[in-house]
């Protein structure tokens, strides 16, 4: 009695999780009879009932499986054990709401050997569940001991195992939600049942051992077996390695579409990685703010065989060489482990990133062409559209592909080593879907970071960021797919098709392999390329090419090659083609590629000639107030701004709207920054921008300026404009057909160039005149379409703007 009245808040927990749709519990019509009862065996639920009834746990699905023989050890061996064993004992399996229950016999059968099960599968102790693979011939389960049981199907029926994948699938989700999202009876319930006067003792270490068996919220107490597994059994500690139990799924993240992210996403492969980890191993980590060394190899052959995306927060960011959740540590006398307070924070680390990219003003929109990292040789375009780059942008959300951009920005202006890596955008679009923008920007810092940190000149680079790295990573790949057979034939057939083996290299290499896998296959060779580095895309690019040999040698023309090419991965989406592509991936035994000579292999990776004009990717760094510019224009005149300017910042320093329209007065606030070089804007009513460029601010002259008291040269200054027409902001450089280039005075006003201003701004500091200039060869700035460009056209200003470099 006493037992049944401390349960009543156990009932009704269960009761409302029933009603939400999250049952923990469906043991009968009385779902805290089988806990309150005095009968000590608490599966007596799956008992057969007097008279042959059936056992009050209701069956969800039930029928007549084949156990194949349990291995001894471990759950992995014993996995490659029960590969493909057809022998094994015929059972009857009754899944129920809670467990799936194995019998000798049906319950109810006259022999008798129904009346109870011989073993029995709690829900709430599984593991790892897979076989829902299309064509799976297997149903293998893993619980918390390291146990693996393997059924597979006596009838003929097809899709019997699919169903009964299914089925076991669908209630193992819904203990999975409930010990996630429910939380209804935990370990510190139980602690406020244990605290009650009547429920001292033993009758409250029984109900205790009652709740946590059955409860899906709850960890099951069960032993554990003998047995060894690299990483697994290192990170023990002489203790029996527990597969990790938690959730395969990763956290709601707004930078990814769930839908899309899930359309993706296979099950199966998700519970195949996570069977390849441990409680303990995991347990181990998230004490780590670096991985230790002692354990790096058995980390590393862990993590080939991937992880599932819940593991990918604590797992992915050690591979990189730095925790991006900061560690649990135990401090003396405590009972429990805090969170890190040295931790490195990605949030104030990504602020500080962006305040050294941006300035104090983050850009609200980035519009293409942004940073790709491809410029510089022949074959690739020098700024090509983000989604021409990044195969897999389709499955992030608008906020997502804005944070993209954000970042790869961040990089091109705070590192100057990245010269040519179409991969690193790639990498930043696999990680954000896991991560925030800060830890992504926070694993890209470290990775980054390493590379430039060279200890072993004959270790192969940890992140190919330069021309002569793919270059040298495509001879590599060329050289290694002609030593072994069936590589060597490929290579073959493709030259005898005319396509240059080295260029179809580079291709392959530049962005990872991106470009031919799915996203879930690209996700394992980013999780080995974290902790191995770059020698990773090369291994998986030569089993690409074994796999797909035997299809490259039939291609009949050196257009079905390349298509053929384009899409080398495709398929490889599942647990089983993964896994093959893994392992012939790391059973390439590769040279050094520091013994590779330089010489360029191709066309396709020479540089591009000089007459090509490159791309420059360049933003100032702006702070409040920032002024009425548009970021384009900026990104478009900052790049004409020499390159001994772009280190100083663009400071606001006058404006009508703040200062007034006292030509005096902006004058006298131009000469308390006389040193400074100049940036003006000058803004139309009709939606116009032009202004100019001057290694000088505006100085009171009597006539023009003499460029001979100027310290900086005068060829440096232009004149730009961005008309709403078109949306273009284009340039005009200094000429030299005359030495024109300013006059300021109170009474005329402000000029910029010379036979013909450029700009011309009235002493009213309201009105403005633009015509040719022959200082800039430059047309009327503001020349409507259809009109003459050598006529003068006066205008005027709804804003006009000087920012001082300094």
Same mark, same amino acid.
């Given at each position: 009695?006493?037992?049944?009245?401390?349960?009543?808040?156990?009932?009704?927990?269960?009761?409302?999780?029933?009603?939400?749709?999250?049952?923990?519990?469906?043991?009968?019509?009385?779902?805290?009879? +089988?806990?309150?009862?005095?009968?000590?065996?608490?599966?007596?639920?799956?008992?057969?009932?007097?008279?042959?009834?059936?056992?009050?746990?209701?069956?969800?699905?039930?029928?007549?499986?084949?156990?194949?023989?349990?291995?001894?050890?471990?759950? *992995?061996?014993?996995?490659?054990?029960?590969? #493909?064993?057809?022998? !094994?004992?015929?059972?009857?399996?009754?899944?129920?709401?809670?467990?799936?229950?194995?019998?000798?016999?049906?319950?109810?059968?006259? *022999?008798?050997?129904?009346?109870?099960?011989?073993?029995?599968?709690?829900?709430?102790?599984? =593991?790892? %569940?897979?076989?829902?693979?299309?064509?799976?011939?297997?149903?293998?389960?893993?619980?918390?001991?390291?146990?693996?049981? /393997?059924?597979?199907?006596?009838?003929?029926?097809?899709?019997?195992?699919?169903?009964?994948?299914?089925?076991?699938?669908?209630?193992?989700?819904?203990?999975?939600?409930?010990?996630?999202?429910?939380?209804?009876?935990?370990?510190?319930?139980?602690?406020?049942?244990?605290?009650?006067?009547?429920?001292? #003792?033993?009758?409250? @270490?029984?109900?205790?051992?009652?709740?946590?068996?059955?409860?899906?919220?709850?960890?099951?107490?069960?032993?554990?077996?003998? $047995?060894?597994?690299?990483?697994?059994?290192?990170?023990?500690?002489?203790?029996?390695?527990?597969?990790?139990?938690?959730?395969?799924?990763?956290?709601?993240?707004?930078?990814?579409?769930?839908?899309?992210?899930?359309?993706?996403?296979?099950?199966?492969?998700?519970?195949?990685?996570?069977?390849?980890?441990?409680?303990?191993?995991?347990?181990?980590?998230?004490?780590?703010?670096?991985?230790?060394?002692?354990?790096?190899?058995?980390?590393?052959?862990?993590?080939?065989?991937?992880?599932?995306? !819940?593991?990918?927060?604590?797992?992915?960011?050690?591979?990189?060489?730095?925790?991006?959740?900061?560690?649990?540590?135990?401090?003396?006398?405590?009972?429990?482990?805090?969170?890190?307070?040295?931790?490195?924070? +990605?949030?104030?680390?990504?602020?500080?990133?962006?305040?050294?990219?941006?300035?104090?003003?983050? +850009?609200?929109?980035?519009?293409?062409?942004?940073?790709?990292?491809?410029? !510089?040789?022949?074959?690739?375009?020098?700024?090509?559209?983000?989604?021409?780059?990044?195969?897999?942008? #389709?499955?992030?959300?608008?906020? #997502?592909?804005?944070?993209?951009?954000?970042?790869?920005?961040?990089?091109?202006?705070?590192?100057?080593?990245?010269?040519?890596? +179409?991969?690193?955008?790639?990498?930043?679009?696999?990680?954000?879907?896991?991560? =925030?923008?800060? /830890?992504?920007?926070?694993?890209?810092?470290?990775?980054?970071?390493?590379?430039?940190?060279?200890?072993?000149?004959?270790?192969?680079?940890?992140?190919?960021?330069?021309?002569?790295?793919?270059?040298?990573?495509?001879?590599?790949?060329?050289? /290694?797919?002609?030593?072994?057979?069936?590589?060597? /034939?490929?290579?073959?057939?493709?030259?005898?098709?005319?396509?240059?083996?080295?260029?179809?290299?580079?291709?392959?290499?530049?962005?990872?392999?991106?470009?031919?896998?799915?996203?879930?296959?690209?996700? @394992?060779?980013?999780?080995?390329?974290?902790?191995?580095? $770059?020698?990773?895309?090369?291994?998986?690019?030569?089993?690409?090419?074994?796999?797909?040999?035997?299809?490259?040698?039939?291609?009949?023309?050196?257009?079905?090659?390349?298509?053929?090419?384009?899409?080398?991965?495709?398929?490889?989406?599942?647990?089983?083609?993964?896994?093959?592509?893994?392992?012939?991936?790391?059973?390439?035994?590769?040279?050094?590629?520091?013994?590779?000579?330089?010489?360029?292999?191709?066309?396709?990776?020479?540089?591009?000639?000089?007459?090509?004009?490159?791309?420059?990717?360049?933003?100032?760094?702006?702070?409040?107030?920032?002024?009425?510019?548009?970021?384009?224009?900026?990104?478009?005149?900052?790049?004409?701004?020499?390159?001994?300017?772009?280190?100083?910042?663009?400071?606001?320093?006058?404006?009508?709207?703040?200062?007034?329209?006292?030509?005096?007065?902006? %004058?006298?606030?131009?000469?308390?920054?006389?040193?400074?070089?100049?940036?003006?804007?000058?803004?139309?009513?009709?939606?116009?921008?032009?202004?100019?460029?001057?290694?000088?601010?505006?100085?009171?002259?009597?006539?023009?300026?003499?460029?001979?008291?100027?310290?900086?040269?005068?060829?440096?200054?232009?004149?730009? @404009?961005?008309?709403?027409?078109?949306?273009?902001?284009?340039?005009?450089?200094?000429?030299?057909?005359?030495?024109?280039?300013?006059?300021?005075?109170?009474?005329?006003?402000?000029?910029?160039?010379?036979?013909?201003?450029?700009?011309?701004?009235?002493?009213?500091?309201?009105?403005?005149?633009?015509?040719?200039?022959?200082?800039?060869?430059?047309?009327?700035?503001?020349?409507?379409?259809?009109?003459?460009?050598?006529?003068?056209?006066?205008?005027?200003?709804?804003?006009?703007?000087?920012?001082?470099?300094?």
């Amino acid at each position: 009695p006493a037992w049944r009245q401390r349960l009543g808040a156990a009932s009704s927990v269960r009761a409302r999780a029933e009603a939400e749709g999250m049952p923990c519990c469906c043991i009968g019509s009385k779902p805290a009879e +089988p806990l309150a009862s005095d009968d000590e065996d608490p599966l007596r639920i799956f008992y057969e009932q007097p008279g042959g009834e059936q056992p009050i746990a209701r069956s969800v699905k039930d029928g007549w499986l084949c156990l194949s023989p349990t291995a001894e050890g471990l759950w *992995s061996k014993a996995m490659q054990r029960l590969a #493909g064993h057809a022998n !094994g004992r015929r059972i009857f399996c009754r899944l129920t709401a809670d467990a799936l229950s194995l019998y000798e016999e049906p319950p109810g059968s006259k *022999s008798g050997k129904g009346r109870r099960p011989f073993e029995v599968i709690f829900i709430s102790s599984i =593991s790892a %569940l897979l076989g829902r693979e299309p064509g799976s011939e297997c149903i293998q389960i893993i619980n918390a001991r390291g146990v693996l049981y /393997e059924f597979r199907s006596l009838s003929s029926v097809p899709g019997e195992i699919k169903a009964w994948s299914t089925a076991i699938a669908d209630r193992l989700a819904r203990f999975r939600q409930a010990q996630r999202q429910s939380h209804r009876i935990t370990k510190s319930a139980l602690q406020v049942f244990a605290e009650v006067k009547k429920t001292r #003792g033993v009758r409250c @270490r029984k109900l205790r051992r009652r709740i946590v068996r059955l409860m899906p919220c709850c960890e099951p107490l069960v032993g554990l077996e003998q $047995s060894r597994w690299s990483l697994l059994s290192r990170l023990s500690f002489g203790k029996e390695p527990r597969p990790f139990k938690g959730p395969r799924e990763g956290q709601q993240n707004s930078l990814v579409d769930a839908g899309k992210l899930a359309e993706v996403t296979d099950p199966e492969l998700q519970e195949a990685q996570g069977a390849h980890w441990s409680e303990q191993a995991v347990r181990f980590l998230t004490y780590c703010p670096h991985l230790p060394q002692e354990v790096e190899k058995d980390f590393q052959l862990a993590l080939r065989m991937g992880c599932p995306d !819940g593991l990918k927060r604590l797992v992915w960011p050690l591979a990189a060489g730095e925790a991006v959740m900061a560690p649990r540590v135990v401090k003396e006398g405590a009972k429990h482990f805090v969170a890190s307070s040295t931790h490195r924070d +990605p949030v104030a680390f990504y602020n500080g990133v962006c305040r050294r990219a941006f300035g104090d003003v983050r +850009p609200d929109r980035l519009d293409d062409p942004v940073p790709t990292f491809c410029q !510089g040789i022949k074959g690739m375009d020098e700024a090509p559209p983000l989604r021409h780059v990044v195969r897999h942008l #389709g499955i992030m959300s608008p906020e #997502g592909e804005e944070a993209l951009r954000r970042l790869l920005w961040c990089v091109q202006l705070t590192c100057t080593n990245v010269e040519f890596c +179409p991969f690193l955008p790639n990498l930043m679009a696999t990680l954000l879907p896991f991560f =925030s923008e800060a /830890e992504t920007m926070l694993i890209i810092t470290n990775i980054l970071r390493q590379a430039e940190k060279v200890e072993d000149p004959d270790a192969p680079p940890r992140i190919i960021w330069s021309r002569v790295q793919i270059n040298k990573q495509a001879k590599l790949f060329v050289l /290694e797919a002609k030593k072994k057979q069936l590589t060597a /034939e490929a290579i073959s057939r493709l030259e005898e098709l005319g396509l240059d083996s080295h260029a179809v290299a580079v291709e392959l290499l530049q962005d990872g392999l991106c470009h031919c896998l799915p996203f879930r296959a690209f996700c @394992r060779v980013v999780g080995s390329f974290l902790c191995e580095g $770059s020698e990773v895309m090369l291994r998986y690019g030569l089993a690409l090419f074994q796999l797909r040999s035997a299809d490259l040698v039939a291609c009949g023309t050196a257009e079905e090659a390349r298509k053929l090419l384009a899409s080398l991965g495709e398929g490889c989406c599942t647990t089983t083609s993964i896994d093959a592509l893994t392992k012939a991936a790391f059973s390439f035994r590769v040279r050094i590629m520091t013994r590779v000579d330089e010489a360029w292999g191709s066309d396709y990776v020479s540089p591009k000639t000089a007459r090509a004009a490159p791309h420059v990717f360049c933003r100032p760094r702006l702070f409040p107030p920032r002024g009425h510019c548009p970021d384009a224009v900026w990104e478009v005149v900052w790049a004409w701004v020499p390159t001994w300017c772009r280190v100083l910042d663009p400071h606001l320093i006058y404006t009508p709207s703040s200062q007034g329209t006292s030509l005096r007065t902006c %004058l006298e606030v131009c000469k308390k920054h006389q040193d400074s070089p100049m940036i003006f804007f000058t803004y139309t009513r009709e939606g116009d921008i032009i202004g100019g460029f001057s290694p000088v601010v505006w100085v009171r002259t009597s006539g023009y300026l003499k460029l001979t008291n100027l310290r900086r040269s005068p060829e440096d200054a232009f004149v730009f @404009r961005r008309l709403k027409s078109d949306g273009k902001t284009q340039v005009w450089t200094w000429s030299g057909l005359n030495e024109l280039l300013m006059n300021a005075s109170e009474l005329h006003g402000l000029t910029f160039g010379g036979d013909g201003s450029a700009v011309y701004i009235h002493k009213d500091m309201v009105n403005a005149t633009t015509r040719a200039c022959a200082s800039f060869s430059s047309p009327t700035l503001v020349a409507p379409p259809g009109t003459d460009p050598d006529k003068d056209v006066d205008f005027e200003m709804l804003s006009f703007e000087i920012f001082a470099l300094h």
